[in-house]
């Protein structure tokens, strides 16, 4: 069979073709007796629009980029982040009746690939994820002139509109509970330091500290449960003492309760845990892990509505969403 064709529309329509374009391609200038008789036309004929003859009437392709700058193996591991922002973000954007291209950025050979894909007018805007401090992307596609949002704050100095966690005060609050609760020797897994994530909950890690007097104790993971296992048996013979650790996310708390169990250290009698994000898995470890609870899907969500804002010229102010701690058996 023939594909019906927009000149067919508007015969059965009983209107010319500039007519049944306009309905087709959404503008608001037709009569809605008109409009009517043209979206009949398109619904008997089964017609289906050619997006590509479209998008050059609209200067539209209403596509959105997702750009994760970190490779498939982390992206499509066992950390819930990415799943539940692609998800989110692709629902969203559904909505809006607008689709995601999710592009991976973990290399100089990729970040070229996505600077052309996104220069080449292929998307109608550009979310980013997971930057690092050296990642050149954020720089590169806010020279583009096509609307831009973070998810996350940037880790390099680039004007870019972004929706973020309070990371700092989250940390204060877990490490505020462990104080609270009697623990003197507190000590961290950090994650990576090229990510304003792990920086701002080290900061806020430190804050706590700083006020009640006491010594810092930090090893550096990267956001991997097998990295939050090997920091806590490093934490563990640095200061054999150490009744207590702040996670800067829960997978790498799950490492260090694998670590602390293998060690023969009680959790929380021995050494209380808290972690940060509360993913699913929180609710299942043993014991249950008390973290702070990252609104991972809230943060994806306004990251999409800000960046179809800025299609409006809308407001560019960062928007920063509040944490809670949640209390389980671990702390």
């Known amino acids: ?89 692709s629902v969203e954007l559904e909505a809006a009746d607008k689709q995601v291209v999710l592009m991976l950025a973990s290399s100089p050979k990729s970040h070229a690939r996505v600077e052309r894909y996104i220069a080449g007018g292929h998307v109608d805007g550009v979310m980013l994820i997971s930057m690092h401090g050296a990642d050149p992307l954020p720089a590169a596609v806010s020279r583009l002139r096509v609307p831009v949002v973070s998810y996350g704050r940037p880790a390099v100095p680039v004007d870019i509109p972004f929706v973020d966690n309070d990371n700092v005060g989250g940390a204060e609050s877990a490490v505020r509970h462990l104080l609270d609760t009697g623990r003197r020797r507190i000590a ?60 800067a996310n ?26 940060f994000d509360d993913i699913e898995a929180a609710k299942y470890t043993e014991p249950p892990l008390t973290t702070v609870r990252h609104p991972v899907f809230d943060q994806a969500a306004a990251m999409v509505r800000l960046l179809l804002s800025l299609f409006e010229n809308g407001p560019r102010e960062p928007i920063i969403l509040p944490t809670d701690l949640i209390i389980r058996e671990s702390a």
């Open 1 to 89: 069979m023939k594909r019906p064709t927009l000149e067919a529309v508007a015969a059965r329509a009983g209107v010319s073709r500039a007519t049944a374009s306009r309905v087709v391609n959404g503008q608001t200038t037709v009569a809605p007796g008109i409009r009517d008789a043209v979206l009949r036309a398109i619904d008997e004929l089964g017609y289906v629009p050619n997006s590509a003859a479209r998008s050059l009437v609209t200067q539209r392709t209403d596509s959105i980029a997702l750009v994760v700058s970190e490779p498939p193996s982390r992206v499509f591991a066992d950390d819930p982040l990415f799943s539940t922002v692609i998800r989110t973000a």
């Open 188 to 247: 961290t897994i950090a994650g990576p330091l090229d990510m304003i994530g792990g920086q701002d909950r080290l900061t806020g890690y430190r804050n706590v500290l700083r006020e009640s007097d006491r010594r810092s104790i930090v090893a550096v993971g990267d956001f991997t449960r097998e990295s939050g296992a090997t920091a806590m048996r490093q934490l563990l013979r640095d200061d054999p003492e150490l009744d207590a650790v702040f996670a």
């Open 250 to 275: 829960d997978l790498m708390a799950v490492g260090a309760l694998q670590a602390l169990r293998q060690a023969g250290r009680r959790v929380p009698d021995d050494v209380a845990v808290v972690g």
